[in-house]
Nanobody
């Protein structure tokens, strides 16, 4: 089973920024649409071709991107709010026909 490895979370004040990273080992990454989830709800996803979608609550503040050469998907989080706090996971996008094993996630805590 291929498992995601997330990193980059931490404690930040409201208005601050964090960049999350998620690596999926193996060549299948470049053929898979990927998503970031908070408490297993979609935050953002990105297709193999780079087409992106965002939850309404994060539009204009978060940016998802991917580097196929590094098997890594990123989530740049700006203008963070306390309600953004939670454990963030990555996995295949909900519309993908693939699923990876869930990793440990990375904790994001935004203080007011």
């Amino acid at each position: 089973q291929v498992q995601a490895v997330e990193s980059g979370g931490g404690l930040v004040q409201a208005g601050g920024s964090l960049r999350l990273s998620c690596e999926i080992p193996g060549s299948i990454f470049r053929f898979t649409a990927m998503g970031w989830y908070r408490q297993r709800e979609m935050v953002a996803d990105i297709s193999m071709d780079g087409f992106t979608k965002y939850a309404d609550s994060v539009k204009g503040r978060f940016t998802i991107s991917r580097d196929n050469a590094k098997n890594t998907v990123y989530l740049q989080m700006n203008s963070l709010k306390p309600e953004d706090s939670g454990v963030y996971y990555c996995n295949a996008a909900a519309y993908s026909n693939r699923r990876f094993s869930w990793g440990q996630g990375t904790q994001v805590t935004v203080s007011s």
